[in-house]
């Protein structure tokens, strides 16, 4: 599987970090909150499609009082890709000193 885009791993950890109401609106405050980043909601919303298609999400509808909202859930296939992706940019960052090149010094890698 390929890695997961920037905005894609926000937005299925977003939904992981709602706990059960990741609806769109509510996956774009999550993502401005932790990350400062701002979204438009139809990026969020286009992004939740795509991973439906790639079946890294599944949705429901909601029915009842208020609003009906579509909610998102990570499958398992979704937790494989995200597990995926953070252990690919933990080798990627395995050994890079960035305080020490933050700091003036020479950036030195130890692999």
Same mark, same amino acid.
């Given at each position: +599987?390929?890695?997961?885009? /920037?905005?894609?791993?926000? /937005?299925?950890?977003?939904?992981?970090?709602? $706990? @059960?109401?990741? *609806?769109? +609106?509510?996956? $774009?405050?999550?993502?401005? #909150? /932790?990350?400062?980043?701002? %979204? =438009?909601?139809? =990026? /969020? *919303?286009?992004?939740?499609? $795509?991973?439906? #298609?790639?079946? %890294?999400?599944?949705?429901?509808?909601? !029915?009842?009082?208020?609003?009906?909202?579509?909610?998102?859930?990570?499958?398992? !296939?979704?937790?494989?890709?995200? =597990?995926?992706?953070?252990? +690919? $940019? #933990?080798?990627?960052?395995?050994?890079?000193?960035?305080? =020490? +090149? %933050? #700091? @003036?010094?020479?950036?030195?890698?130890? *692999?």
């Amino acid at each position: +599987m390929a890695p997961l885009g /920037v905005l894609e791993e926000q /937005v299925l950890v977003a939904v992981l970090r709602t $706990r @059960g109401d990741a *609806y769109g +609106m509510e996956v $774009r405050r999550e993502i401005e #909150q /932790v990350t400062g980043r701002e %979204l =438009a909601i139809g =990026a /969020v *919303y286009a992004t939740l499609d $795509r991973l439906e #298609q790639k079946k %890294l999400l599944t949705s429901r509808r909601t !029915h009842g009082r208020g609003p009906s909202r579509r909610l998102f859930e990570l499958s398992p !296939h979704g937790a494989t890709a995200l =597990a995926e992706t953070r252990a +690919m $940019r #933990q080798r990627l960052w395995k050994g890079v000193d960035l305080e =020490a +090149m %933050l #700091q @003036g010094r020479v950036l030195r890698t130890s *692999y």
